[in-house]
Structure formats: structure tokens, C-alpha cells
């Protein structure tokens, strides 16, 4: 049984655009929430988290949103680039030290110039 | 962010034989290792947990005794693939955690082809 689910599979922007990338959760007890940017060929790099305890985090042009009742969060990028064309996971995990993250499918993205 | 490196970062090898992937946290201590395996154009897959000075807990599914790790210090933990078969082949890769840490930083991984 699949715990994150993430949508869409793949999304296609113009640069400029704000591209928006939704996960779902099933499990009450997880409480770290990050998002994971890979390029082909590369391990996945931490992009940004955020704890159940905030409704919103920016670092740059990345944003989390956070929906607790909803079980929801989801990952916008302002003013996307078409350097920032690579594959998007998110993730969760429990606060128990040495969980492990499970990730969701992945998202490919696409900016056009 | 902290660094994990991989070596190496790619393997070509015949099959039966064997092959050790190295993931090393450069700039910090990681209690707890972990290892996944990741497919084209999909999601990683995690093979086993490793916690310093322990035996490793595997995934359901994945073979223990074809599967090596071991994580005998703070800074390091290997994998070795044991008599490799072409359907090893996959691109592996590491991440580590420190103590009391939620983050968990990757290493570059390794694609290992075995003929």
C-alpha cells in the first residue's frame, strides 16, 4: 500500500510559471515532510522540509504548503527556470530517529523557454 | 548541506562476481545509513536501514546474503553485491542521517551493469 501518493506524473510550464506539485499522506504519525530534486544520472538533493507544526515554509523560490486536517502538502516554484527541469519527489517520515523516508512516485518537470 | 559521497560511481562486471559500493558522510557523523535502489524513470526503492555498530534491517523482499552492508564506523557504509546478475544491474545510491536528525542527505549514486 502505496503511504504518499504524488500527482501529477509529469507537468509541462513555460518559464515563468508556477508549477505545483501535490502529495498525499495516509499516516497520522509522520512528521517530516521533505521534497527531493534529481537530475538523471544524480542522487536526489534535499530541496526544502517542513514539520506538521507550520502551514507554509519559503526558501527562495520554493514554497510548502501544508495541510494538516487534509493530510495534504504540496511543493510551488516561482518563476520557474528551465534549469529547474528535473524529477521532483517528496517524501515523509516519523519522528522516531532512524525512519526511514517514504518517497512518493515522482513528478518530472518541464520549463520551456 | 552536508556531503555523502559514492564510490564508485559507476561499475561495469561480469556476472557472478562481486561488487562493493562505498558511501561515506564527509562532514558529519551518520548513525543511520540507508540504501535504495532505483529504476528508470522511477521512485527509490529502500533496500535496508543501517545504524552504526548493528546489523542492517532489511526491506521485505530484499536478500540479506546477496546484499552485503555493513556500517563499521561513523563516516562510512558499504554495500557488495554478491554474485552479481545482469537483473542487479540498477543505479544504487546511499543517503545518510545524523543522530537526532531528521534530514537526510543523498550520495551521488552508482550505476552498477552487470554483464
Known amino acids: 500500500q502505496q503511504q504518499v501518493k504524488q500527482s501529477p506524473q509529469s507537468l509541462i510550464v513555460q518559464k515563468g510559471g508556477i508549477p505545483i506539485i501535490n502529495c498525499a499522506y495516509e499516516?497520522?504519525?509522520?512528521?517530516?515532510f521533505p521534497w527531493y530534486q534529481q537530475f538523471p544520472g544524480k542522487g536526489p538533493a534535499l530541496l526544502i522540509a517542513?514539520?506538521?507544526?507550520?502551514s507554509e515554509k519559503k526558501e527562495g523560490r520554493f514554497t510548502i504548503s501544508f495541510n494538516k486536517s487534509a493530510k495534504q502538502f504540496s511543493l510551488h516554484i516561482m518563476d520557474s527556470q528551465p534549469g529547474d527541469s528535473a524529477t521532483y519527489f517528496c517524501?515523509?517520515?516519523?519522528?522516531?530517529?532512524?525512519?526511514?523516508?517514504?518517497f512518493g512516485k515522482g513528478t518530472t518537470l518541464s520549463v520551456s523557454s | 548541506g552536508a556531503v555523502v559521497s559514492q564510490h564508485p560511481s559507476w561499475v561495469i562486471c561480469k556476472s557472478g562476481t562481486s561488487v562493493k559500493i562505498e558511501c561515506r558522510s564527509l562532514?558529519?557523523?551518520?548513525?543511520?545509513m540507508f540504501w535504495y535502489r532505483q529504476f528508470p524513470k522511477q521512485s527509490l526503492m529502500l533496500m535496508a536501514t543501517s545504524n552504526e555498530g548493528s546489523k542492517a534491517t532489511y526491506e521485505q523482499g530484499v536478500e540479506k546474503d546477496k546484499f552485503l552492508i555493513n556500517h563499521a564506523s561513523l563516516t562510512l557504509s558499504t554495500l557488495t553485491v554478491t554474485s552479481a546478475h545482469p537483473e542487479d544491474s540498477s543505479f544504487y545510491i546511499c543517503?545518510?542521517?545524523?543522530?537526532?536528525?531528521?534530514?537526510?542527505?543523498f550520495g551521488p549514486g552508482t550505476r552498477l551493469t552487470v554483464l
Open positions: 517524501a515523509a517520515s516519523m519522528g522516531q530517529a532512524g525512519t526511514a523516508l517514504i
Open positions: 543517503s545518510a542521517r545524523a543522530s537526532q536528525k531528521h534530514e537526510q542527505f
Open positions: 517542513i514539520r506538521p507544526d507550520v
Open positions: 499516516n497520522t504519525a509522520f512528521d517530516y
Open positions: 562532514d558529519f557523523q551518520a548513525t543511520t
